[in-house]
């Protein structure tokens, strides 16, 4: 059975408690090109969302640049649609849980930058091992306590289509 095509994951959408806390601290990481910015007041965009009547959604998303895939979406629910509040997230990952993944060249700038835009958990990073290669990597929570895993890696490398740890792919490059 053929699948249909699917795109690369285009964006993760957040919903946020204070959009404009939440836009500074994704600009501090580099997410600071706007893709789009308005306010949703349509209700197909609150019936997706699951909610019976409809309010604006105010929304920023961005990008860091090159391709429209790899954003994030921040949206703000209207108040008065009563939208459950999810209790902050702190500390380590839970099981269920989601991480946002990027890769940094240098990590303590990055990290700097993030803790002074309002991380909430922030730990030192660690060295992480595998087989075939070793990076420095740190988990930490955003404003609204969203996980983020930081890579400490040439971003470059996003853009190879290798196997992780060298196997070859099908056109027999290694990524």
Not at 42 to 70: C, E, M, Q, W, Y
Not at 119 to 136: G, K
Request: hydrophobic letters at 45%; a negative charge; aromatic letters at 8%.
């Amino acid at each position: 059975m053929t699948l249909p095509s699917v795109s690369s994951l285009i964006r993760g959408t957040i919903f946020v408690r204070d959009l404009k806390r939440a836009a500074a601290f994704y600009a501090a990481l580099g997410f600071d090109r706007i893709y789009y910015e308005g306010v949703i007041s349509d209700s197909s965009a609150s019936t997706i969302l699951g909610f019976a009547d409809h309010g604006p959604l105010s929304v920023r998303i961005v990008k860091s640049g090159g391709p429209n895939f790899g954003m994030i979406g921040l949206f703000l629910i209207d108040p008065a649609l009563a939208p459950e509040v999810v209790p902050m997230a702190e500390g380590p990952a839970r099981i269920g849980e989601v991480a946002l993944v990027f890769y940094v060249r240098a990590l303590d700038p990055v990290l700097a930058a993030l803790r002074a835009a309002g991380a909430s958990w922030s730990p030192d990073p660690e060295m992480f091992r595998m087989a075939h290669r070793a990076q420095r990597e740190v988990c930490l929570r955003d404003p609204d306590g969203v996980l983020l895993n930081l890579v400490e890696t040439d971003p470059a490398e996003q853009d190879l289509t290798g196997v992780e740890g060298g196997t070859p792919d099908v056109r027999g490059t290694t990524g």
